[in-house]
């Protein structure tokens, strides 16, 4: 049972480019969510996907897209990547006996953006 | 919009000392409110929860005390140590049904 896992664990990009950050986890959770942190500013919502099929905005969306690709994965997609998404990126999953808002983290993903 | 207001930024306890960590939230559209644990390289790990039918709940070492009428809650660690060294987040849930965190307290315990 691995949880929750991304990949890749780091990353550097340089301005425009464009990547994919994915997400799977194993425990038949039906949200998955995905946060970035940054300094001072703790853990801030990018997307989430309440169940397979749906996705919506968290506080802080523009410049990306997601997309819950089945139940156990979603992956996050920065098409342009520009300096301001330089951040550490994580995934996590609820549901199941932890109940809907405990959320299991995944590792995290660096990003760097030159 | 849910807020959540953390404080401290940065704790530094002595080891066998107590920490204190506070939050303040404005509205909430289901009472249960976590704390979670974040080592450094790693991602966060739920710590304790409580659902305030009480207004306080042990594991250990953990302390969470949830003050409703003043829309605060906190958590103690008691004879902290040098593993508990991380950061903690508090976080309280949205209307949409997701949970909204604090900005998170870094805590150094010294030996």
């Known amino acids: 049972n691995a949880g929750v896992t991304q990949t890749p664990k780091f990353q550097v990009l340089k301005t425009g480019q464009s990547m994919t950050l994915q997400c799977a986890q194993d425990m038949n959770h039906n949200s998955m969510y995905w946060y970035r942190q940054d300094p001072g500013m703790g853990l801030r919502l990018i997307y989430y996907?309440?169940?397979?099929?749906?996705?919506d905005k968290g506080e802080v969306p523009n410049g990306y897209n997601v997309s819950r690709l089945n139940k156990r994965e979603f992956s996050l997609r920065l098409e342009s990547a520009a300096p301001s998404q330089t951040s550490v990126y994580f995934c996590?999953?609820?549901?199941?006996?932890?109940?809907?808002?405990?959320?299991?983290f995944g590792p995290g993903t660096r990003l760097t953006v030159l | 919009q849910q807020q959540v207001k953390q404080s401290p930024q940065s704790l530094i306890v002595q080891k066998g000392g107590i920490s204190i960590i506070n939050c303040a939230y404005e509205?909430?559209?289901?009472?249960?409110f976590p704390w979670y644990q974040q080592f450094p390289g790693k991602g966060p790990a739920l710590l304790i929860a409580i659902r305030p039918d009480v207004s306080e709940k042990k594991e250990g070492r953990f302390t969470i005390s949830f003050n409703k009428s003043a829309k605060q809650f906190s958590l103690h660690i008691m004879d902290s140590q040098p593993g508990d060294s991380a950061t903690y987040f508090c976080?309280?849930?949205?209307?949409?049904?997701?949970?909204?965190f604090g900005t998170g307290t870094r805590l150094t315990v010294i030996p």
């Open positions: 509205n909430t559209a289901f009472d249960y």
């Open positions: 996907s309440a169940s397979e099929g749906t996705t």
């Open positions: 996590a999953s609820s549901g199941g006996a932890g109940g809907f808002f405990t959320e299991y």
């Open positions: 976080a309280a849930p949205t209307g949409a049904n997701n949970l909204f």
